[in-house]
């Protein structure tokens, strides 16, 4: 499975199968993990084979069942920590995929206090994203037209289509969907969110998925 397929079958599942991961699953996730963290400057932690953090009420009310690997995503304090942990936990949701596994990012809905997972001098947790063997495969969320989520003046390249086509498919907190895409020039594109609650993250998310769909060599971020 290549990326852009990664993408169009990702979902969010909330449900899983009782089913360990393999020791070869979990080497791949660690070392994708710590190039992350080296590139990023992040913290993400891969937690395998622990019910704690999906088992009270907040799991039960976001109706999850049977989560017992998460990745727990923390990092330095810093104003765009929380969108570089999007660009870098995408980054960890897409691999995921292609070795089989399903993923939900989940910044409310589990227990921070039951939770396993180290932090540094200086360092926070931003949320979790909950992996494993599914019951199912997720179904497509619901998506607002591109024209409220992109702007261009002009005929739009094809690259760029491609790449706000696959941004419309990322997760987004509840699914709110509340970025913008602008090609500004020939070749150099902005995005934006405003910046509150976890639209950053999420902007970081998308802006990960644009760049694997329009492909990274075709345009510089504004
Ligand atoms: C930053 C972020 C936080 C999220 N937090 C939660 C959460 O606390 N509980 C939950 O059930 N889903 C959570 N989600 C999953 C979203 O609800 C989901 O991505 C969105 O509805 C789009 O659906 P999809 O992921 O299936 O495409 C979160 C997603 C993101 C990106």
Redesign the pocket.
Known sequence: MDILEAMQR???V?QYRDMPLSTEVKERLQQEIDACNREGDLHLQLVTDEPGAFSGAMARY?R?SGVQNYIAVAGKKAPDLNERA?YYGERIVLLAQQLGLNT??????FSKRKARFTLGEGEKLV?VIALGYGVHP????RSKPMSQLVRCDGPMPDWFRRGAEYAMLA?????QQKFLLELLDGNTVRATAPRVG?AP??LG?IKYHFEQAAGPDRFTWA
Do not use: E, K, Q
């Open positions: 990702r979902h969010s909330r976001g999850f999007g939900c990012w989940v910044a409310l809905t949320l997720g179904a497509p969320h997760p987004t907190a509840v699914n976890y993250l999420d998310i």
